[in-house]
């Protein structure tokens, strides 16, 4: 090997050098198992979209001066897309600042449409179901700029799935219009769109203050469940 280069003909290289990071080195013997490490290595580190390595006939000087075969090593990439701007709509029931949270991009993240969209989109429909709005539809659409990649995020929140009634049933220690004040306290209100994330905070709280009375101790084998079945409210 002549030399060995790192071009990337879109622009892109990162400002630190990645040269510590190749096998394949000046004054070293060609090896195809070198070049692919190091095509496998720019791809997981530089996080780039394309890596192609190029050998091209070159030459070079022994000690005595005399010529020698050589070749050129040129590794050439190309930059993975990243997200210049996040423009989201139709956000209303829940916080946008939470929904942005969820959806975890930021500028400058790497984004591949044909495979983090589908991720995202999957992600905020599960968010939303868990939040008691099992109904919305979500949408990421990818616009590529000189900048990089815009994204605009389309949210249909859709009707809630509401808590119609709340009912206690089992030999309780407690009254139901205390164990219904614990589950207010973590959010479950008849009325309210039913969070999952509600619902398992309740019962937590219901099955940590039924801990310090006998019916539930650990010895007689207490425990809490919860079952949710669909109603129809008028």
Known sequence: IADVRLVAPDGGLP???LDALLRARSGTPLSLFDVRTDLATLMRVGEFSAVEAEAEPWFTQD??????????????????????EVNITGVSALREREVRAELALDGGDVFYE?????????????????HGYPRARVDVLAAPTDDGV???VLIEEGAPQRLAK???????????????RWARREGLREGKPLAMTDL??????IRSRLAGFSALRPKRGGWVQVRV??????
Request: aromatic share 8%; net charge positive.
């Open 15 to 17: 400002e630190e050098s």
């Open 63 to 84: 000690a005595t001066g005399e010529l020698r075969e050589a070749v050129m090593l040129t590794y050439m990439v190309w930059p993975a897309p990243r997200v210049a």
């Open 114 to 130: 044909e495979l983090d969209a589908q991720i995202k989109r999957t992600r905020l429909r599960r968010f939303y179901a868990d």
């Open 150 to 152: 815009v994204l605009d």
């Open 166 to 180: 709340l009912n206690f049933s089992g030999n309780l220690p407690v009254p139901d219009k205390v164990l219904r």
């Open 200 to 205: 398992t905070a309740a019962q937590r709280r």
């Open 229 to 234: 079945t669909p109603a129809w409210v008028d």
